[in-house]
């Protein structure tokens, strides 16, 4: 297929409100792309539903997804933003990728057992195949980069996998994709247990902070975060705590170790936590205003999906229709 500017995808779930992992991880570096870059970013609601959720709250959460991304610095205008489920392709080459991708690969996915374990009433096929559906939201569009946070590394490596297999049996089908992940905040730990990362669907709330948390909330969460019976900041064995604050203080302030090291020197661990909380505040701060704004405006939000929905359906369709000539499907007689 021909291209004329490099093209980035990545997609976030509506499976709860975002959190500060989600926006340095990932949201943050998705405006990062020049304008020689065409860059599509989807809200993920299909794999939302491997794990069970409300569907009123579903839907809230897909507008809300939307919003923030709009919020974040991502103009509709300039990037494709779209739902996944309003893109029926992505099922569809979901399928035929399913016929492409070993039960053995998927078996070795650290997310799979991750939430296996965490959701052991509801192993479901679609928890399983989930890397899969995540493949072919990549593949659709014939992406270069993915932007994404270091858990989604392994996914990225099955999505080259499948696509170099594929290419092996049918040459030229797909853009073998890279994964682009940030230098620093592409792992953002949990704040009471920062041997887990931090995740929007985590039920203790004072191991997240939400894009969306009044400034209080936030400079009261730092306040509270896990770290160790020392004073010092810096790195260290048993100081994963501190390492995690740091990483944060980091990915808001652009600091090295070495500065932070230096300006929180004999100062101890709750200046520290308060001018982590404030900085988050201040930088979070204009995201919350701009997201109140535009998710009163549900018609304006409404636009911009069917908007994006329909551009990106143009061009999954194009991939889709090669896959199916590919794989060997007769094309469908249309009146
Ligand atoms: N803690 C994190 N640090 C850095 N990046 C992160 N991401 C997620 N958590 C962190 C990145 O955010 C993007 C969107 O993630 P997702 O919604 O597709 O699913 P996830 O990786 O499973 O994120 P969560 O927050 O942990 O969601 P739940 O709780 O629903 O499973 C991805 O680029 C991810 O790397």
Redesign the pocket.
Known sequence: MFKDKKIVF????P??T??I??Y????RNFTAFPEDHHCYYCV?DE??IT?RQDPAELRRRTYETLALYIACGLDPEKNTLFVQSHVTEHAELCWILDCYTMFGELSRMT?FKD?SAKNADNINAGLFTYPVLMAADILLYQTDLV??????KQHIELARNIAERFNGIYPGTFTVPEGFIPQS?????SLADPTK??????ENENAVVRILDPRDVIIRKFKRAVTDSGSEVRRGEGKEGVGNLMNVYSALTGKTDEEIEKEFAGRGYGDFKAAIGEVCADVLAPVQSEFTRLVADKKYLESVMKKGADEARYNACRTLSKVRRKVGFIEPVRD
């Open positions: 990545s997609g976030v779930q499976s709860g975002l959190t992992g989600n340095l991880g990932a949201i993920v794999h939302a794990v997310q939430k932007p994404v946070g270091n858990d989604q905040g592409a792992r953002i730990m990362k931090m995740s929007k669907s985590d």
